[in-house]
Each structure stands twice: as C-alpha cells, then as structure tokens.
C-alpha cells in the first residue's frame, strides 16, 4: 500500500489547467524533492517531472511540478488529448516504508 | 542512447523463484551516478518499487518484499537480475527495470519496456 496519496482521477477539457496532487509525510515530501512520471497506455513510465519543479529534455512547458510542505503538486497547463495518461508522484522514504515510493497514481481524462 | 530491455520467463509456477535480467546497452553499467533498479505493475494497479543496486553491488530493497527479493549485477554482462521466491498468484505484473540518477534526487530516468510475470500452475 503506497504511502503516497493521489486523486484517483482528474480531468478537463482540452486548454484548461489540471491539477493532481501528491500528499504524504515528514519521511518522504517533507524532507525530500518530488519526481513525477507519465505512463501512456500500454507503455512503460517516463519521468516528467524531477527534483519538485524540473523537466527533462524533450518535456513540453506546460508541465509543472512544486512542493510545499508535506505535499506536491503536477500542473498541466493547456491540456491537450495526448496528455490522457496515469501520472505517479514518488521520492525518497526514510521510515521503514522506504527507501523509495510511489504515489496511488492518477488517471487524467481529457474530455 | 541509453537502452534497458528486461528478459525471463513469462510464466512462472506458484511458490518457485521469478527470475528476470535487464540489459543494460549504450552506457555502461558501472557508472558512478547510478543506481539500478526493479519496479512493476500489477495488472491495472499502481506502480511498487522493488529495489536497487550498484555496480559494486550495494543493494536497497522494498522492506515488505525484502525477505523474498535478490538484486545482483554483473558489470563484465552489462546486466543486472531479480530474484523473487516464494510466488503466488500476488507476484503477477509487469515488471519493469530502470536506471536511479542517485546524484540527482533518485529519479528513474530511463525504463525498460517492461515485461509481464504470470504466476499460475
């Protein structure tokens, strides 16, 4: 059971902002940054987001990622249709649930 | 460009031991920056975390799955494997291999494709 708690779902239209949030404790998004990954249907994870607010070559601007607290967040700005996908958040755990963890995942639906 | 391509049975019996390999090609496996390392995915559920290792072999396991799991590498093959004992019908997902940027903050920076474990008689 991940210690990592996300909506199950979230949605919008295309071209409006979508927000998923990531909540967990002082052992992981209160003491480490946050990394976030896309999963495609069908198809592997790919990191999205890492250290809170970074994205990796080839990640278009209208993803972002910050943290505040013991939580984070994921923005899509601009949502578009291939933007349809599960996203997870996960970090460093230093309690006995670690060393690293996933969030319960989120399905985004582009409506 | 970096490559992860994970290789093992498909089909595994209730209570043996699932064994997989991850190749690892354009790079090399002994690299200081990394950690290597074993997630999967159990049928339409979430992503756990399995373990990790270094090329000189430091491991980090997922505490519920510690006493059933073996992470081992070999640097002269460019591979690393798992090992799971004891499955059960609880153990079949996908699993999937990627490489930890430890330097950076532990993100999985580069996935295998993933390949599906069943567990079933």
């Known amino acids: 059971q991940s210690v990592l708690t996300q909506p199950p779902s979230a949605s919008g239209t295309r071209g409006q902002r979508v927000a998923i949030s990531c909540s967990g404790s002082?052992?992981?998004?209160?003491?480490?940054?946050v990394n976030w990954y896309q999963q495609l249907p069908g198809t592997a994870p790919k990191l999205l987001i890492y250290s809170n607010n970074q994205r990796p070559s080839g990640v278009p601007d209208r993803f972002s990622g910050s943290r505040s607290g013991t939580s984070a967040s994921l923005a899509i700005s601009g949502l578009q249709s291939e933007d349809a996908a599960d996203y997870y958040c996960a970090t460093w755990d230093d309690s006995l649930n670690g060393p690293y963890v996933f969030g319960t995942g989120t399905k985004v639906t582009v409506l | 460009q970096l490559q992860l391509q994970e290789s093992g049975p498909g089909l595994v019996k209730p209570s043996e031991t699932l064994s997989l390999t991850c190749s690892v090609s354009?790079?090399?496996?002994?690299?200081?920056?990394?950690?290597w390392g074993w997630i999967r995915q159990p049928p339409g559920k979430g992503l756990e975390w399995i373990g990790s290792i270094y090329y000189s072999g430091s491991t980090y396991y997922n505490p519920s799955l510690k006493s059933r799991v073996t992470i081992s590498v070999d640097t002269s093959k460019n591979q690393f494997s798992l090992r799971l004992s004891s499955v059960t019908a609880a153990d079949t997902a996908v699993y999937y291999c990627a490489r930890h940027n430890f330097r950076s903050n532990w993100e999985l920076d580069y996935w295998g494709q993933g390949t599906l474990v069943t567990v079933s008689s």
């Open positions: 002082s052992s992981n998004t209160g003491s480490y940054p």
């Open positions: 354009g790079g090399s496996i002994r690299s200081s920056n990394y950690h």
